[in-house]
């Protein structure tokens, strides 16, 4: 892939950085899924005392603990397998290229498979590659080079090693292939009588794909009886035909005759009547394109056309739709973005808007589908009309008022879903974009109406697209209220009328003012927090909440207030023209993903000095508006802190190219270690400190190797994590600190499981797709994870995951995406929330992303896969890279053009990235790749510096031997309480109280967003009651730990100034 071309993609890439679950209006909480029914698992040893065993020489060193399992095989009626399971076979195969190598292992199961001889009886079709860096191969069965009719079997398995085979096959089949057998004279007579087989013409034959009957030799395996030689003929007598035959070869008797087309409902409400045109109609045709009638009977072409209908309050609306022969589809094409080339009308248009019905279905089920909202008469019903010109209304606002090419902006298609229910079949009190499409429920409880009837709520909604694809801002406390406040101004701004939201949709019961929220006054007609509808509209009625989605993610809709009266104090004085284009420009420019509010305050001044010069009254305006709620300070929060580097000793932790051995390589020397350990099935993961390194072994085993540094020599042990150790596992990875593992099943489903080595407890969480509903609104998509990494405060675990999204046309859409999931709560010392973020909140058509991994020293930077597909004609180009990401600032960058998949992964110093590629003296074998990254930016690469690290080898992973800060000592201690902050935020003297009286000295230490610590010094015992001077600090969100005893008193505060 060239440079230019992948940075089109990057520019679209437009990160949901860490917490993205936005919300709209205060809608019908939908709560995050997480299960509270836990696998029946084995236990857990203490990793902790049995490093401290074999560093004290307690255990022998070198102890392997392994456990035989046999494979799993599941077997049709015939006897052979339908699927064996593989991946925890130990099996060497040759290092030959991959066709080779599968046949090896096929031969050396040819028992089990019950096929005398695989080379001879299994022709390979076809080979494609998927995110992970695994193959599937497909063949078919043939007996003396004849097909067996209906027979197939697959082959998974990555680089070097199967996993699975499934299919459907039969036992190897005797049978005289030589005949007598009927001519083919004999079977195009039996085609022709049985079909009414009439001869197309040229251009008739192009409808049909250019050939009218085929015609092939097959074995036929009934489901009783002898295997029968047969014909198989694919035949189109007419246009509008197209029919399957079996035919016995030796008496020509018709053994199977079966129509292929699909035959459509006709007529029924709702539905689309597919009219194929008869051979008379097509020799006729003059006309380049295909004409079919219209309403009137005057023969029209396909394409854009205008219908005039009321909406839902009872307002005629002009709408863009498609016209394709009698029918017409909710399918704007009319709009500058739309593109013709990459358009299969109507179920696939590019840079459309488009409408379509979930039919009363909820997209939280598995059966969730859509369908198109289509009419015979281009006449509409009024929640048809409202939701298609909302979307029409939010592309034309963004575009005109921006320059901005769709919600994504880069020309993505805006799909609006009506009449979407929740998932027991209630009304959706609710609407959401869920990153991809707008849903609208039809009201039930707080809303009197159809939320599609309010055009600011759903201009709130997708303008939560817009969000996420710049600043995308983190959707927890400031930050949260901030994507909200965002979304209310943008919303306002498309139904420009008046500062209220929803007062169209409403009910009046629920929200005594008439309205949702009211940036004009957000008290909104309460008098306090708890009050439907009440927002605080200065900082001194702020309101504190914890960063659950009970608490609101930290009150993202209740704060929001906040800035949205700074919008209107600075909107009513400069006008709404100017406010917007400086908000719009704050928001796209200068925000990142953890700003707080009084970031805000500077984004916007420095927008407004962009546009309209430094010392301008537009400049003074948003000062003085935002010094008009209590948002003070000119100085903001840096969110891109680093941490201290780890001080050991530098190590690489690979396998072999055929994952049979692990190796520990020095990096300086070059010399390399064979492990004395079970081959891998898993990329291994291990802690900050280099102690513990845990893999999935190729039995489905859990693994841990316990390193001993303290020597300076190679010391260590493997061990079974399990205390019942069970072959059931895909994956694992250990937190930095070594405290906690995550793990998969090798069931692929959407469930991740995290162990606590301290408490000896354990979660499940279940992944999902966030939306921007209210409370946590989910949808389903998420089949199965695969990579995984904790991050460094030991909080979240960045994964990648395998997503369908269904549908009733066109193809399902198929893609990789990277996520991050709140697994642990410091502050608690509990498991998290299970909360669901993305970081990219929508991906390109034909786009997947995989196998994040974070730099060693900058917690906001992550390295990770990309993979483009190009259709080709049918014959996919699969373009690898290895891409960059900051998490903070949105920004992404091409760190190399790769072959396969890479696993990338930083070096100690951050100064080059590893990953696996193709051998260049031999592309069948793998090596590990390095590159050097920029000293002033490791986000970007130092031109003409790939090379050849290892030869050989695959699956790295740099570590060091070394101990560091990670994050708060809050991690480190087994009893966690609050303490008494006051003022909150501050400026320069903070307060504190304990209500407990510390018997020791106390330690007081501050740390920042990225867990570095900033002040340390101890307070004396007794009574505690403590103040201390911040006034050195930068703006930001700040921790502060009070700890003695082996307690911590936890508490956060916010610096403005």
């Known amino acids: ?72 095989i599941i077997r049709s009626e015939f006897g052979v397998p339908l699927s064996i399971e593989l991946a925890r076979l130990n099996a060497d195969l040759p290092q030959l290229n991959p066709e080779i190598a599968v046949m090896a292992l096929l031969e050396s199961q040819a028992g089990i498979l019950q096929i005398l001889q695989p080379t001879s009886e299994l022709e390979l079709i076809k080979v494609t590659e998927d995110i992970e860096g695994f193959r599937h191969f497909r063949y078919r069965q043939v007996y003396a080079g004849v097909p067996i009719h209906n027979s197939g079997l697959l082959v998974h398995g990555d680089m070097s090693r199967i996993n699975s085979i499934n299919g459907r096959w039969f036992p190897t089949t005797h049978i005289d292939v030589s005949g007598p057998f009927i001519s083919n004279n004999a079977v195009e007579d039996i085609i022709r009588n049985e079909t009414g087989l009439k001869v197309l013409s040229a251009s008739q034959l192009a409808l049909v794909g250019g050939v009218q009957t085929e015609i092939e030799m097959r074995i036929y395996r009934p489901s009783t009886g002898k295997a029968v030689m047969v014909y198989h003929a694919t035949v189109h007598p007419s246009v509008a035909e197209h029919v399957n035959m079996l035919i016995n070869a030796s008496d020509g008797t018709v053994l199977e005759s079966v129509s292929a087309i699909c035959e459509m409902t006709h007529g029924a409400e709702g539905s689309v009547r597919v009219v194929i045109p008869t051979p008379e109609a097509v020799e006729t045709s003059s006309a380049a394109v295909m004409n079919v009638s219209g309403a009137d009977g005057i023969a029209v072409l396909d394409g854009d056309v205008v219908a005039n209908d009321q909406d839902l309050n009872g307002n005629s609306r002009s709408l863009h739709c498609y016209q394709m022969g009698s029918d017409f589809f909710m399918v704007d094409i009319s709009r500058p973005m739309y593109n013709a080339g990459q358009s299969n009308l109507p179920n696939e248009p590019a840079g459309a808007v488009w409408t379509v019905d979930a039919d009363g279905m909820s997209p939280q089920n598995q059966n969730f589908e859509i369908s198109h909202v289509h009419s015979t008469n281009n006449k509409w019903n009024p929640l048809e009309v409202s939701a298609h010109w909302n979307g029409a209304k939010a592309y034309e606002y963004f575009t005109i008022t921006f320059g901005r090419n769709s919600i994504n902006g880069n020309g993505g298609t805006i799909i609006s879903v009506i009449d979407v229910k929740d998932s027991d079949g209630a009304e959706m009190d609710n609407a959401f974009w869920n990153g991809y499409a707008m849903f609208y429920g039809n009201g039930n409880t707080a809303f009197s109406s159809p939320l599609a009837r309010s055009l600011d709520v759903a201009g709130h909604e997708m303008s939560h697209g817009v969000i996420q694809n710049t600043a995308n801002l983190e959707y927890a406390g400031q930050s949260g209220a901030m994507n909200e406040s965002f979304a209310d101004i943008f919303g306002a701004m498309i139904d420009r009328d008046d500062w209220l939201m929803g007062e169209e949709v409403v009910n009046p019961a629920i929200f005594p003012s008439g309205a949702l929220r009211n940036l004009e006054n957000p008290n909104n007609g309460g008098n306090q927090f708890g009050d439907n509808g009440w927002q605080p509209k200065h900082m001194n009625e702020f309101v504190q909440l914890p960063n659950t989605p009970q608490g609101d993610n930290g009150g993202v809709h209740v704060n929001s207030g906040i800035p949205n009266r700074a919008y209107y104090l600075f909107a009513t004085d400069v006008g709404k023209d100017v406010a917007e284009k400086v908000y719009y420009r704050a928001l796209s420019t200068y925000l990142v993903r953890s700003s707080q509010f009084v970031d805000l305050r500077i984004a916007v001044i420095k927008a407004a000095g962009d546009i309209h010069g430094t010392q301008s009254s537009v400049v003074q305006s948003a000062r003085d508006a935002f010094a008009g709620v209590g948002i003070l300070g000119d100085e903001g929060g840096d969110y891109e802190e680093d941490i201290e580097m780890n001080p050991g000793d530098a190590f690489l932790l690979v396998a072999d190219n055929n994952l049979n051995d692990l190796f520990i390589v020095d990096p300086l020397s070059g010399e390399s270690f064979e492990l004395d350990v079970p081959p891998p099935f898993s990329k291994p993961s291990i802690s900050d400190d280099g102690t513990a390194a845990v893999y999935v072994d190729q039995n489905g085993f859990l693994k841990a190797i316990l390193f001993n540094w303290s020597q300076g020599t190679l010391d260590y042990e493997v061990i079974d994590i399990e205390n019942s150790p069970q072959p059931i596992w895909r994956n694992i990875s250990i937190s930095k600190d070594g405290s906690k593992i995550a793990f998969l099943t090798d069931n692929l489903d959407n469930l991740l499981y995290v162990f606590d080595f301290t408490s000896q407890t354990q979660e499940v969480f279940e992944l999902y797709n966030p939306t921007t509903g209210s409370g946590g609104a989910v949808t389903g998509g998420v089949e199965y994870a695969e990579a995984m990494e904790w991050d460094y405060s030991g909080q979240k675990i960045v994964y990648d995951a395998f997503n369908v999204i269904p549908g009733n046309f066109g193809n399902d859409i198929e893609y990789w995406d990277i996520g991050f999931l709140r697994a642990w709560d410091n502050g608690s010392n509990d498991f998290g929330t299970g909360q669901v973020q993305k970081l990219f909140t929508s991906l390109p058509e034909n786009v997947s992303v995989g196998n994040p991994s974070f730099s060693k020293n900058s917690p906001h930077i992550l390295a990770f896969d990309f993979l483009e597909i190009d259709d080709n004609f049918g014959n996919p180009i699969l373009n690898w890279a290895i891409l960059t990401a900051n998490t903070q600032s949105g920004r992404v960058e091409l760190l190399f053009n790769n072959d396969v998949v890479g696993f990338p992964n930083y070096s100690a110093e951050d100064d080059l990235v590893i990953f696996d590629t193709k051998d260049p003296a031999d592309p069948s074998q793998l090596v590990i790749g390095a590159i050097d990254t920029d000293s002033d930016d490791i986000m970007l690469p130092v031109d003409g510096s790939a090379r050849v690290y290892i030869n050989g080898a695959r699956y790295g992973t740099w570590f060091q031997t070394g101990v560091r800060d990670l994050t708060s000592a809050a991690l480190r201690v087994a009893h966690v309480e609050s303490i008494d902050i006051w003022p909150n935020p501050v400026n320069d003297l903070l307060n504190m109280e304990l209500n407990e009286q510390p018997d020791s000295d106390a330690m007081i230490r501050i740390f920042n967003m990225a867990g570095s610590e900033v002040l340390t010094f101890f307070a004396g015992h007794g009574q505690f009651q403590h103040q201390i001077n911040v006034s050195g600090l930068t703006q930001g969100l700040y921790t502060v730990e009070v700890s003695f005893n082996g307690k911590a008193h936890v508490g956060k505060f916010v610096k403005v100034r």
């Open 1 to 72: 892939m060239t440079k230019k071309k992948i940075s089109r993609f990057i520019a679209i890439l437009v990160l949901a950085i860490l917490t993205h679950v936005h919300a709209s209006a205060q809608f019908k909480p939908h709560h995050t899924p997480r299960s509270k029914v836990q696998k029946e698992l084995g236990g857990f040893v203490n990793l902790g005392e049995a490093l401290n065993q074999i560093q004290n020489g307690q255990r022998a060193a070198n102890q392997i603990i392994t456990t035989p399992h046999a494979r799993d």
